[in-house]
T-cell receptor, first 111, second 113 residues
Framework: QQQVKQSPQSLIVQKGGISIINCAYE??????FPWYQQFPGKGPALLIA?????SEKKEGRFTISFNKSAKQFSLHIMDSQPGDSATYFC??????????FGAGTILRVKS | DSGVTQTPKHLITATGQRVTLRCSPR?????VYWYQQSLDQGLQFLIQ???????AKGNILERFSAQQFPDLHSELNLSSLELGDSALYFC????????????FGPGTRLLVL
């Protein structure tokens, strides 16, 4: 059962463009929503996170938009750079313990 | 560098064997989590320990077990290995166990032949 659905599976963006990755969830018990970035051969690294009482959070070029009523959240990467090429995972924290991950989005930024 | 260390980095073994993966959390972190990453299942939570005690269990097989020692390092034991156990195994740590950011280690790549 996929509790966090992530799309698209892969994404190609031109340098300087905006990358948008979407996630949706069903479990209303989720209370913390992080995004992780993973490069080949490395562990996931926390990028940015949001709690459900906030509708938007921005850190540098990365913004999370959160829609609690629709149970959806998304990651926007502004001014995308080739160095942003990686796999991105959305996740949701259940009961303060385990993270439930989306399937991942492979982002390629073309220079 | 997240501050979480895992050894070994790579492990090649045969079916039916037993292996132990080791994780040292970030300094000050009390909670350790184990995850499995495979192409078909994605990133799956296995188990969590908090200050030496099991806190939560996920999709962990009965052939797998874990523990957290008094110095807070953790070991994941995988036994009677099968080809399908080939995957990346990640350890993550957090200060506590509730709504805390989890920091991931570099992982152990296990190949079962």
């Amino acid at each position: 059962q996929q509790q966090v659905k992530q799309s698209p599976q892969s994404l190609i963006v031109q340098k300087g463009g905006i990358s948008i990755i979407n996630c949706a969830y069903e479990n209303t018990a989720f209370d913390y929503f992080p995004w992780y970035q993973q490069f080949p051969g490395k562990g996931p690294a926390l990028l940015i996170a949001i709690r459900p009482d906030v509708s938007e959070k921005k850190e540098g070029r990365f913004t999370i938009s959160f829609n609690k009523s629709a149970k959806q959240f998304s990651l926007h990467i502004m001014d995308s750079q080739p160095g942003d090429s990686a796999t991105y995972f959305c996740a949701a924290n259940e009961y303060g313990n385990k993270l439930v991950f989306g399937a991942g989005t492979i982002l390629r930024v073309k220079s | 560098d997240s501050g979480v260390t895992q050894t070994p980095k790579h492990l090649i073994t045969a079916t039916g064997q037993r292996v132990t993966l080791r994780c040292s959390p970030r300094s000050g972190d009390l909670s350790v989590y184990w995850y499995q990453q495979s192409l078909d299942q994605g990133l799956q939570f296995l188990i969590q320990y908090y200050n030496g005690e099991e806190r939560a269990k996920g999709n962990i097989l009965e052939r797998f077990s874990a523990q957290q020692f008094p110095d807070l390092h953790s070991e994941l034991n995988l036994s009677s290995l099968e080809l399908g156990d080939s995957a990346l195994y990640f350890c993550a740590s957090s200060v506590a166990g509730s709504q805390e950011t989890q920091y991931f280690g570099p992982g152990t790549r296990l190949l079962v032949l």
